[in-house]
């Protein structure tokens, strides 16, 4: 039912409710579609007036609906209202309500409301991500900016990941101010960005470039460019990072890893400890290779050949130049079946090493150790993994250089697909990167919150005019 274009007497309300199939829950379905609709907020005070004047009681529910309605429309005074009435009624509201106040209000010249709620629901509960952001967006329009990094912090410490969306706005609102603290927090963001090998999209990129050409006094120039294959960047000449590690960093990441991932707990291995003891010994004996496959993930690659034909394809190709092949393959495909003729396994067999682990067997902690053990040259072909990873490696060192690692050795999916060969790995590391009078910062042309192993190849390109 679409809702009324004006406020409606109580006789008229109570024939719609009459006219509606199922009266119990018009209130509800007719305040629903208010919001859908963006009705009028007379027209739904007239709805409540008359329910409070018939039932004198207006349940949580519909109060938050009409609360919403306020909110999508801006209606200070009105939100204000609401959250008395629900704060007389019901004493303590739940996170929806919250959300749904210190939104509107942040969006008001009452901003500085949604702070003092922000503190009421710190007693309750752990505020949720979109209050804070909600905050320091408010902060940041008015320029309070030590406010705006406070909260920022404080969310950080409560483990929450914040929105491109809430780190934009702080280049946005930092614009043309002079004042090194504030630079030391934005330089603090992209260092985070650099970190979590984040890609800030076209629109982030544009606010961070606006932000450093607006800094009073320290004549930053940025210019969108490409990379050439090499490294350099062919605005100011610098040469980006290496992508491949040291032996030293080599080595520390490989003893981490094997230590704390692979033996350090069983959260991520999937297998049984003797199945995985049987890979070790396998693989100790036949060290090193040059590549190792996952081969389940590879023999998906194209979905209209049989399996087993997209594993030989690749096998094929990888095997060339007397490349030491480590397949990873699963038990299953030692059965002849439509997928897996034996035949072509047979023959498979003999360009590249192979282990089969039992069926259900799905573990990156096998890739990741054969890979390590083979040593810095060795690379790896499998989906984009290695995620769960992340969280036991605790240091952000180690973190950095797994990723860079990961960057420089996995051969993706689409790359694959795409190729069909091993592309050889850009020379340059493709993340944020600064010498203290140049940044780079890669970027993406589209939008995707989707967490993406494809390395972009534009670059925004930051230095300093002396
Ligand atoms: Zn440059």
Known sequence: IQPPEKPLQAEEW???????????IFEEVMFNNMVRYNSPIDVAKSLLTHLAKSNGDIGYNLLVKYLALCVQQGK?????????????????????????????LSNSDQWRMALTLLEEVKKIMIPSRTNYESCIKAAGRHQEMTLACELYHEMLAKDMVPTLDVLQAFFDYSRGMKDPELQKELFGILLYLRENQIYPHKTFMWSIKLWFESIPGENWRGHLTNI????QCPVCNHQLEDSELTEEEYN???ERIIRDVIHGTDTFRKTSPQEFEAFQTFVENRLPFDIVIDGLNVSHIKPRKMQCENL????????????????????????NSSNWKREIMKEMQNKADFFFAENISED?????YATLRSGKHC???????????????????TRHLFRK??????????????????????????????????????????FEEKYSYRVPRKWLCLHQKY
């Open 76 to 104: 200070t005074s009105e939100i204000r209202d609401v959250y008395d009435i629900l704060k007389i009624r019901f004493k303590i509201l739940e996170s929806g309500a919250y959300n749904l106040i210190i939104r509107g």
């Open 405 to 446: 690692w990961q960057r420089g050795h996995q051969i993706s999916k689409k790359k694959f697909l795409f190729f069909f060969i091993p592309q050889p790995a850009f020379r340059y590391d493709c993340v944020v990167q600064t010498t203290g009078d140049t940044w780079h910062i890669p970027y993406k042309d589209t």
């Open 364 to 368: 990156d902690a096998f890739l990741l």
């Open 379 to 397: 690379k790896f072909v499998t989906r984009d993994f290695l995620r769960d990873h992340k969280a036991c490696l605790s240091d952000s060192l």
């Open 252 to 254: 520390n990441l490989s």
């Open 14 to 24: 109570n024939r719609l409710r009459e006219s509606f199939k199922s009266p119990e």
């Open 228 to 231: 050439t294959d090499s490294g």
């Open 312 to 335: 030989f394809e690749a096998v094929n190709c990888l095997a060339k130049n007397n490349v030491r092949l480590l397949v990873l393959g699963r038990k299953h495909m030692l059965i």
